[in-house]
């Protein structure tokens, strides 16, 4: 049977992985008792080593679940601390420093913490066992132990000795058990003493006779039993032998202390000693984890009933691994990025940068045709019929030749490609703010600085090539009858746009004033103040008189208004010179072909604007996108991929919600039924302790 408790040991841990509840728990042992009521000495002799904390300062702030494996036959002993990846620890000198430390961390201001340490020792001399150390209890509080700790440390003992734990009261024998903290505790939980041991330490502090009194239990009867020890502190004992072996010989002085009083203690069947301790703590864990047996068993069987189901209503059943996530969002990434090239064809860059080249030639037609006062002219040269080309004023060649110039010269190598890495980098922007990234900010991080870092180094290259590549163009445009007639339909309908932009405004304008009436009024308002403010100006001038009343009449319009009209006048204006220039671009002139240009600038501007998208877009192509969409991908596997380690890859997958929820419930079910196969295998074997068939 000694098995059974070992096995349900190891289940105990699973489960505690599992759960924190209650209701997924077998029993473990709790220690409790008064501050130096000689607890750290019980467990120090029940393990056979000193490895607690010492120290006057409250030593133990944190629960210990100590977990004793007893290991027949191995050489070494050893301590592990499942969550410090410390691995075997054999010096126990070094498991007392790290739990010094790890109490130590706890903050003064809050004094102790219910996250318990775990440590399992792994030795043949000590039994199977789960013993719990708490804190002790603090009886008289002071200045640097306030009330509130007391309370404190109470509370969290309250919640360990909690069924179905056992509890192990430390007593010692010179402290009158009506003033023992542990047992006025235990009696408040188990006011029948059907779960409590009592350990009643220091039994050679009192005479025997009174010891064994108190081990008799009649004033405070418990079913357990009490069980007297003599452990004096191994440090004290090696003090006085001056022994590396001092554990041993703490227990040398116990066995000594009992033999010698010995007709006391024996001959009323008293149990004393650490041997018996340890015997019985056995035994009484062994019955109660027996007994826990059926209905964990059965608790365990709701829960992964419940998991199952769970799982299956959730996930219909479908595993996935952290590897798995991290391996399928990379997929998804790559296949959006080279989705996403379709958007980047030449085609689509090349009408992107003619729009950019549109706008750019609006700019130059605004600033050298439409604010100039001659064009009226120009466009009823275009109008008549008679006018040849080359009869029109040399004028009007340069003004094309400083137009055509302005254009090809405003830095398109730069600025086109600043368009298309912008196109780029908003889309990397918006996959690593997106689904799945959007969970996972440190990568979505080095996602963008991947590719930024990609483009930062492609796109002087880029500018520069594109740039030396439309340097023809600055020179010298040849243009066919083909791209003329393209370029002058593209210019009309460029006009076209730009006029019902035009219409747009003055419609707005009209609403927001108040209908096209008062808009009228508003503008022959603001042209009356103007022309009289002229008048006046132009009097004072001619008068020399700097004092006349300059004051201009005051405003009958709100601000705001005023300024609306002004844009009306400006839209008007603007639409007037528009429509001119259409006409003359619809002419029979202007689509007569290229050498009508200097009549037609609209459309010879058009034509080059066209001539310079197609050039960028092939060499943006090459030496910017390309490079782009095969760096990147390659980028993501050896820099993004490459360092993740196995943490990194689970901590990855658990940023995201929806995943770490679905990992959680993969894990509790599969833990569940782990613990499930074990449970119904130690049944199996009680159930049939004598199995006929070899086979089995
Ligand atoms: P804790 O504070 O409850 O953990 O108590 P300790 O185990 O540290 O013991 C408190 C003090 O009592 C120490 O000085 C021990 O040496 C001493 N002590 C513990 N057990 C015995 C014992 O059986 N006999 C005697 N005489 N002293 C003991």
Redesign the pocket.
Known sequence: LMHLTRKLIEIRSMLLSIDKSDALKLPSIVVI????????????SIVGHEF?P?GNNMV?RRPLELTLVHTPGAAAEYGEFPALALGRVTDFTAIQRTLTDLNTAVPASDCVSDEPIDLRIYSPHVPDLTLIDLP?YIQISSMDQPESLKERISGLCEKYIREPNIILA?C?ADVDLANSPALRASRRVDPLGLRTIGVV?????VPPQQGADVLTGNRYPLHLGYVG?????A??AAKRAKDTSSMSLARRE?DDFFRTNRDVFSSQALMVGTSTLRRRLMDVLESSMASSLHSITNAVELELEEAAYQFKVQYNDRRISAESYVAETIDKLKSRVSEYTEHFRRPVVREKLKAMLDDKMMDVLEQLYWVEKRTPELTDLALQQRVRPQDVDAYWRHKLDAASSLLTKSGIGRDSTMLVAEGLRAFIDAIAQGEPFNHHPRTAERLTELAHSILRSRIGVTADQVENCIKPYKYDIETDEREWELGRQQAVQLFESEMAMCEVQLKDIRRRVGGARRLGGLIAYLKNVEEREKQRKAAILESGDGDADVTPESYRYPAAQLLDARHAIMYSDRLGTLRMRLAALKSKRCRGGPENDVLCPEAFLDVVAGKLAYTSAMFINIELLDHFFYEFPREIDSRLLYDLDRRDIEEFARENPAIKKHLELQERKDKLEEVMKRLNSLSALRSDPKPTSRSR
């Open positions: 008792g008064s501050q130096s009521s000689g607890k750290s000495s019980v467990l120090e607690l010492k133990t002790g430390v010692a330490t220091k039994m050679d502090l020890v003599v452990t004096k502190s440090v004290a116990e």
